[in-house]
Nanobody, 128 residues
Framework: QVQLVESGGGLVQAGGSLRLSCAAS????????MGWFRQAPGKERDFVAA????????FYANSVKGRFTISRDNAKNTLYLQMNSLKPEDTAVYYC?????????????????????WGQGTQVTVSA
């Protein structure tokens, strides 16, 4: 069983930056795909970014490409999401997720049902 704990959310003005962290425990992650999703009130949970843990290959939603960076620290078993140039439409609860397999395509990474473990979420609010 994988445990995921997010931190780092908060309130920031448009144009500002935040870094989210996700501390992962319970297993080794060499064959995992890790991802960030977000969910705004009344909307579906949307893909933000993903990383193949061992290879370090990264993938992004078009809406965040060039502004957000996903990374991981193998030694700390921690996943990060650096968010720059934040916009009010980035406001959402951000979730860390783990898939116990190497997801082969960007389409597969974008599907929440392919991720079996989830954190509790952290709120990000961007004011105009």
């Amino acid at each position: 069983q994988v445990q995921l704990v997010e931190s780092g959310g908060g309130l920031v003005q448009a144009g500002g930056s935040l870094r989210l962290s996700c501390a992962a425990s319970g297993r080794t992650f060499s064959s995992y795909t890790m991802g960030w999703f977000r969910q705004a009130p009344g909307k579906e949970r949307d893909f933000v970014a993903a990383i193949r843990w061992t290879a370090g290959s990264t993938f992004y939603a078009n809406s965040v490409k060039g502004r957000f960076t996903i990374s991981r620290d193998n030694a700390k078993n921690t996943l990060y999401l650096q968010m720059n140039s934040l916009k009010p439409e980035d406001t959402a609860v951000y979730y860390c997720a783990a898939a116990r397999t190497i997801l082969a395509t960007t389409q597969a990474m974008a599907e929440p049902q392919n991720f079996g473990s989830w954190g509790q979420g952290t709120q990000v609010t961007v004011s105009a």
